[in-house]
C-alpha cells in the first residue's frame, strides 16, 4: 500500500495518491507511517530524479501538488504531534521576490515532519518577519530568495531577525543562495533542497 | 582588443542585439536559451565550450550571474568578460542599476522579449504545451504555481519598429495573463549600452564588466557588489 502510494506521487497522481491514502488510513494505517514512507520518502526520490535531469520543473510540481492535497488529507491528523514554540517555523521569500514554488514545498514537506509553519508568502519585508516572530515564537525563520537580485534584502531581514532577544536561528536556501552567501549573510544554516531544509530545521530547533 | 584571439559565447537569447554589435569575423557562439531554467547545465556546458576553443582566447560571455548558474565555471587559459549583471534583464535595461531601480519599482514584473515570444517561452503558450501533455486540470495548476504572483506582464523591444511586431506577438499573452491573473501590461524601451561595453569591451576597467583572469574559478561574489553581500556573520 505504501509502495503503491508513492509511486503514484512519483507520477503526480493526485486524484490516485489521496484515495490511496484514504484507504490506508481505513485500514488502520498510523498517519505519520503514510507521510513519512510514502510521502516523504516519494517526495525525496522526486528531488532525486529533479537533480539528475530525468525530472523537470513541471513534474516536480506536479508530485508536490499530490503531495500538498494527500497533505491536506493527513493533516489533521498530525496536528496533536505538531508542537506549539520551537516545533514552529515562520517561513517566507524575502522583499523582492515573488517566486515561491521552492518555499512551498519545503512548506509540505516540514508539515510532513510535523512542524507547523506559518507562511508569509512571497515579497515579505523585514518588518513582517520581525513581527511574525514577535507573534508565534518560532523554532527556526525560513527566508528564501530565487533571484540573487534579492539577496540584498535578504541579508538586510536576517539582520533584522538577529536583533530580536532571543535571535532566533534563520534558515537560507533558493536558487539564489550558496552556501558561503548564506554565511556571509550572517545565516545559522543553508539548505539546498527540501529534503535538507526539514533536516535544517529539526536541527536548529534542537536544544543546544 | 590585443589580445591574440577573440571569441563571443552567448545565450541565444541575445543573439538579435549582439548580431549588430559584432564585428563580422567575429567567433561567436550561441547556446540554448532554456539554459536558465536548468541552471545546474549552464556551467558544464559553458565549461565545454571554453575547453574545446583551439587556443588562448579573451571570451566575452553572454551571460551574467543567471541564477548561479554561471558559478563554477573556470577561465583556465582564457581571460573572460561578462556583463556585471544579474541576468539578461539587466542587459535589457543597460545596466545592473538600471535593473535594481526597476526590479523593487515592481518585482512582479514578467519580462518578455520578441526572442522569448517568438521561441514561445511564455505563459500562454507554455500553458498550451501543459495542456498537451499533463490535461486542462494540471495544466492550469501549474500555470497558476508558475505565473500566479506576478502583477505586471512587460514586453522590451529596442526599437519601435520592433515593438509594434512584439505588440502584436504579445496581444494574446497580455490577454491571457489579464483574464486569469489580472496582470497589468507595459512596454519598455531596451537599452543596448551593456552589451556595447561588452563587445567593445575597450575598457575593461569599467565596472559594469566583470574580467575573469586565466586560472580563476567564477563565483557568486564576482558579480555582487559589497552591499548586496554584506559580511554579517562573525
Known sequence: MLEEIRQALIIGDGDRTVALVNDALAAGTDPQVITDDALTAGMREVGELFDRGEYFIPEMLIAADAMEQAMEVLKPLLAADAGEGSGTVVIGTVQGDLHDIGKNLVITMLEGAGFRVIDLGVDVPATRFVDAVREHGPGVVGLGALLTTALARMGETIAALKELDPAPPVMVGGAAVTAEAGERLGADGYAGNAKQAVDLAAHLVAPR | ?234
Not at chain 2, 505565473?147 to 519601435?160: T, W
Open chain 2, 1 to 234: 582588443m590585443t589580445s591574440p584571439a577573440t571569441a563571443v559565447l552567448s545565450c541565444r537569447v541575445l543573439q538579435d542585439l549582439l548580431e549588430p554589435l559584432l564585428p563580422d569575423e567575429a567567433e561567436v557562439t550561441y547556446l540554448d536559451y532554456g539554459l536558465h531554467t536548468r541552471p545546474v547545465e549552464m556551467a558544464p556546458t559553458l565549461q565545454r565550450h571554453l575547453d574545446a576553443l583551439p587556443e588562448p582566447s579573451t571570451v566575452l560571455v553572454g551571460y551574467g550571474l543567471c541564477g548561479n548558474g554561471v558559478v563554477g565555471v573556470e577561465s583556465g587559459p582564457h581571460t573572460l568578460v561578462f556583463p556585471r549583471t544579474h541576468d539578461c534583464i539587466g542587459m535589457m535595461l543597460g545596466s545592473q542599476q538600471r535593473y535594481e531601480e526597476e526590479f523593487y519599482a515592481e518585482p512582479g514584473t514578467y519580462y518578455l522579449t520578441r526572442g522569448w515570444l517568438e521561441s514561445g517561452d511564455d505563459p500562454l503558450t507554455t500553458y498550451h504545451r501543459y495542456e498537451e501533455d499533463y490535461g486542462t486540470v494540471r495544466a492550469e495548476r501549474l500555470i497558476d504555481k508558475i505565473y500566479g504572483s506576478y502583477r505586471r506582464l512587460r514586453v522590451i523591444a529596442f526599437s519601435e519598429e520592433e515593438m509594434e511586431r512584439s505588440r502584436q506577438l504579445a496581444a494574446p499573452v497580455a490577454q491571457f495573463c489579464r483574464d486569469r491573473w489580472g496582470m497589468a501590461y507595459d512596454e519598455y524601451l531596451g537599452d543596448p549600452t551593456l552589451l556595447e561595453k561588452l563587445i567593445g569591451a575597450a575598457d575593461v576597467d569599467d565596472p559594469d564588466l566583470l574580467v575573469v583572469p586565466p586560472g580563476t574559478t567564477v563565483t557568486q561574489e564576482m558579480f555582487l557588489k559589497d552591499e548586496d553581500l554584506p559580511l554579517r556573520s562573525g
